[in-house]
T-cell receptor, first 111, second 113 residues
Framework: QKEVEQNSGPLSVPEGAIASLNCTYS??????FFWYRQYSGKSPELIMS????GDKEDGRFTAQLNKASQYVSLLIRDSQPSDSATYLC???????????FGSGTQLTVLP | GAVVSQHPSWVICKSGTSVKIECRSL??????MFWYRQFPKQSLMLMAT?????????EQGVEKDKFLINHASLTLSTLTVTSAHPEDSSFYIC?????????FGPGTRLTVT
């Protein structure tokens, strides 16, 4: 079982819709959770971090964390073609320094 | 967010030569930096963890004598690919921890001919 799992996609949504990206993790000791966006040919860019259960909103992005279910999600409201990218879920366990990444979900927003 | 820079952004070298890639944290001090490699349409692969003032920790399967890492200061880590071969052609990305969050540099695209 992979430590951090994401649906690889591709996920396609029409412009203006809500894109929902999901991630599950296996280590119950995980404390920190991150979403990165990676455009083709570019390096990952941090878009959200979340540390406690519940929702965290930042503009059109909402991260949701449920530690009991070992589940973290990212919602993108009013999706734009410029949101088309691969979204990486990353988890940091306990006292670890490095992140464990999922394999990413490729999102395409159709104009 | 914090800014991490890399230099060069791309490099072409001949087989058998060595290439040095620099990674700098511009507005914060980073006791720990990470080096990743990414092949086209594949996931990030952690190569090593670079700790300021001490030896790097390499992931299983990564040759430490081929990928030399030096973290000489709190803002600079370097990766040297020694005796590069075409199979070393890849996208190399460094990353640094600022606070609780990890920020990536823009990456260096290495092509070995």
């Amino acid at each position: 079982q992979k430590e951090v799992e994401q649906n690889s996609g591709p996920l396609s949504v029409p412009e203006g819709a809500i894109a929902s990206l999901n991630c599950t993790y296996s280590d119950r000791g995980s404390q920190s959770f991150f979403w990165y966006r990676q455009y083709s040919g570019k390096s990952p860019e941090l878009i959200m971090s979340i540390y406690s259960n519940g929702d965290k909103e930042d503009g059109r992005f909402t991260a949701q964390l449920n530690k009991a279910s070992q589940y973290v999600s990212l919602l993108i409201r009013d999706s734009q073609p410029s949101d088309s990218a691969t979204y990486l879920c990353a988890v940091r366990a306990g006292s670890a320094r490095q992140l464990t990444f999922g394999s990413g979900t490729q999102l395409t927003v159709l104009p | 967010g914090a800014v991490v820079s890399q230099h060069p952004s791309w490099v072409i070298c001949k087989s058998g030569t060595s290439v040095k890639i620099e990674c700098r944290s511009l507005d914060f001090q980073a006791t720990t930096m990470f080096w990743y490699r990414q092949f086209p349409k594949q996931s990030l692969m952690l190569m090593a963890t670079s700790n300021e003032g001490s030896k790097a920790t390499y992931e299983q399967g990564v040759e430490k004598d081929k990928f030399l890492i030096n973290h000489a200061s709190l803002t600079l880590s370097t990766l040297t690919v020694t005796s590069a071969h075409p199979e070393d052609s890849s996208f190399y990305i460094c990353s640094a921890i600022g606070g609780y969050e990890q920020y990536f540099g823009p990456g260096t695209r290495l092509t070995v001919t």
